[in-house]
């Protein structure tokens, strides 16, 4: 049975046990109200009977006409409370399911979309690669298209090995990781990574804007240079061509400030919260033009909250999005 259906049922239920539980309360106030009159009836009789009876006002005024009104009152009050308390579940209920429900939409959009993205992310490369040997293996080549198409597959394994790592790391990051913690100079670092992913993006243009002091950690390093390759290849994924995009580290109040500002399409605030969730791609794989899987900014997050930094996704201006992370010394 598909989701869809499993919720039909589910609120055709609810909706069921509601109107039983709202007839069964105007049953129960019909005959409370039923048994009042009739032992109202009983004690009028009772009273003429042995002689107590002088007028309808008097005897309503009696002691035992107010003991019944109040068990009347009482079990009223039973009643309506029961009938709160239940259509209070019943709403909990309904929040409960919608919440689950949504969630496992959700969840199952995100594992759709990985899988998506993985096998592009997977097939694309090994495609090319295919296509090198078949090329080495058909034609005789001179040095220059030799190296050519070699560099493009060493590329491609570069890109593969990549793809890898995050996925490891991502695991990693769940279950057993540990930041092993040493001193490590950020400046240098972070220069290494702009290096590496320059490299690899040649058009991209970075800005360093680094403080004047020395910017020192005691962290782990190949999990800092894993979550500032990922933001830095983050934001030249998502910035037009050649613009530029800021690195800012500096060291304020105790604490590692690192900040990466692209001019690229700006996250909307609805996704900001949303981006640092495993798989979760702003778009759909049918129709996002730049490669990933959704893991970067997962993997990101982790290895702040690991080393029990804070992490904030704001607005660029006039365009684009800024991350800053700001770590403990």
Known sequence: ???????????????????????WAILLNRKNAEAYEAKIDLAKFSAIQNGRYIDQKTFMLSQDVIDL??????????IMGEAVVFILTLLIGIYLINRAYKKERDSSTQRKNFLLSITHELKSPLASIGLVLDTFKKRDLNKDQSNKLANNALKETNRLNELVDNL???TKVDTEYTPALENVDLKAMVTEVIFKVQTKYPKAVFEKQFSDTSVSIKGDKNGLISLTTNLLENAVKYSPKEQKITIALSKENGNIQLKVADQGVGIPDAEKKKVFDRFYRIGNEDTRKSKGTGLG????????KKHKGKIVVADNLPKGTVFRISLPV
């Open 168 to 170: 490891l790391m991502a």
């Open 69 to 78: 009104v109040r068990k009347k009152e009482s079990q009223q009050k039973m």
């Open 297 to 304: 900014l997962y993997i990101v997050n982790q290895i702040v």
């Open 1 to 23: 049975m598909s989701g869809d259906k499993l919720r039909f049922l589910y609120y055709t239920v609810i909706l069921y046990m509601a109107a039983a539980f709202t007839w």
